[in-house]
């Protein structure tokens, strides 16, 4: 019997990694890569557009499908780490976007803390 692949995704600031792992030994597979396009200006933007985000997944999972072969079918589960704080408002329904990917490291609303931080303790 063939061992289970499973699949790792980071979904970083400025690239998308990927990787396909054999179980039980964890022997990488196959691995791929995308760059990210970032907005950035000196209001503090730092943004990503999540149109971009999804096709650097599509072209980074079909290249690891194409690497792996007929191992792809043994893909038994995904592990996804992606940059905490970050965040999109998107239909619930849907799933399109309505804003962009607002990274963690947007710092536009930093002149808004004192206010929110009152707000929040009255």
């Known amino acids: 019997m063939q061992s289970a692949v499973y699949l790792g995704i980071d979904l ?3 690239n998308l990694k990927a ?9 990488v ?5 995308s760059c990210l396009p970032l907005r950035s200006a000196a209001d503090g ?11 650097a997944l599509d072209e980074v999972l079909l ?3 194409d690497e ?3 191992a792809w079918q043994r893909v038994a589960g995904i592990g996804l780490a992606a940059q905490g704080g970050s965040g999109a408002l998107v239909d ?7 804003t962009p990917l607002y990274l963690w490291n947007d710092s536009r609303a930093a002149a808004h ?3 929110i931080a009152a707000a929040k303790s009255a």
């Open 19 to 27: 990787a396909a792992f054999a179980a039980p030994d964890g022997t």
């Open 29 to 33: 597979l196959a691995r791929a890569a």
């Open 12 to 14: 970083g600031t400025t």
């Open 68 to 70: 792996l072969g007929s």
């Open 92 to 98: 619930g329904t849907t799933g399109t976007p309505h």
């Open 113 to 115: 803390r004192p206010q």
């Open 45 to 55: 933007t730092r943004e990503q557009d999540v149109p971009a985000l999804r096709q």
């Open 63 to 65: 290249s690891l499908r």
